[in-house]
């Protein structure tokens, strides 16, 4: 009874090893956005002026932008921003700067998001967190998800290239696979990121109306 129970433990362990490594990249990059978004809630908490004023003053802008856009411009502002990280992405995979690039990026963005929500709880409270949950939650969680599985693969090609260079090119019509590969998963993940920014940008025109942050 005990060997049984020992090997099923065995096998269950061996499994989650297994997964850790497939996915390695992935967890590694999470693990740099959840610091971002760690940093970035204390970063706000800790502004001193005259950083606090100016953080005051791009976010009131920022909010008053929001207010007045239309569907379209806050559509294409949204698909602008995840178009400059996808961009990133791609130029990053393509060579070694990955390996460095990839993680920083998601860093950033882990700050950003964490600073944007914590902003809006210190400067406007309740109401902030509910214009927060409601029209930003949705879009930030599908796209920093994403974000996340696409760099995932460019920094597994990223590390490709560097094996690439170790080995003098003797895999590099394997790599050319990978690439292909990569770049249809861009193309879909592109369509994702255009459906998203369509819904964040609905839900604006549609809600934001209702709070009122003078």
């Known amino acids: 009874m005990h060997v049984v129970v020992s090997d099923k433990q065995n096998t269950r362990a061996k499994d989650i090893l297994k997964v850790v490594r497939e996915h390695t990249a992935f967890l590694v990059l999470l693990l740099f956005m959840l610091i971002g978004m760690l940093c970035g809630s204390l970063s706000v908490h800790e502004l001193q002026e005259p950083y606090s004023q100016f953080t005051e003053k791009w976010f009131d802008s920022f909010l008053n932008e929001r207010t007045e856009s239309s569907f379209f411009e806050l559509f294409f502002d949204s698909f602008l921003s995840s178009s400059l990280f996808i961009a990133l992405t791609i130029i990053s995979s393509i060579g070694i700067s990955g390996i460095p690039m990839l993680p920083l990026a998601v860093f950033l963005r882990g700050f950003c998001t964490s600073a944007v929500f914590g902003l809006l709880y210190r400067d406007h409270s309740l109401q902030g967190i509910?214009?927060?949950?409601?029209?930003?939650?949705?879009?930030?969680?599908?796209?920093?998800?994403?974000?996340?599985?696409?760099?995932?693969?460019?920094?597994?090609?990223?590390?490709?290239?560097?094996?690439?260079?170790?080995?003098?090119?003797?895999?590099?019509?394997?790599?050319?696979?990978?690439?292909?590969?990569?770049?249809?998963?861009?193309?879909?993940?592109?369509?994702?990121?255009?459906?998203?920014?369509?819904?964040?940008?609905?839900?604006?025109?549609?809600?934001?109306?209702?709070?009122?942050?003078?």
Do not use: H, W
């Open 130 to 214: 509910a214009f927060a949950d409601l029209l930003l939650l949705p879009s930030y969680l599908c796209f920093n998800f994403l974000l996340l599985l696409i760099s995932a693969n460019a920094l597994k090609l990223s590390f490709d290239f560097l094996q690439l260079i170790k080995k003098n090119g003797s895999e590099s019509m394997l790599l050319k696979v990978e690439l292909i590969s990569f770049f249809r998963k861009i193309l879909y993940s592109t369509a994702v990121f255009t459906l998203i920014s369509a819904a964040e940008a609905l839900f604006t025109v549609c809600f934001i109306k209702y709070f009122n942050f003078n």
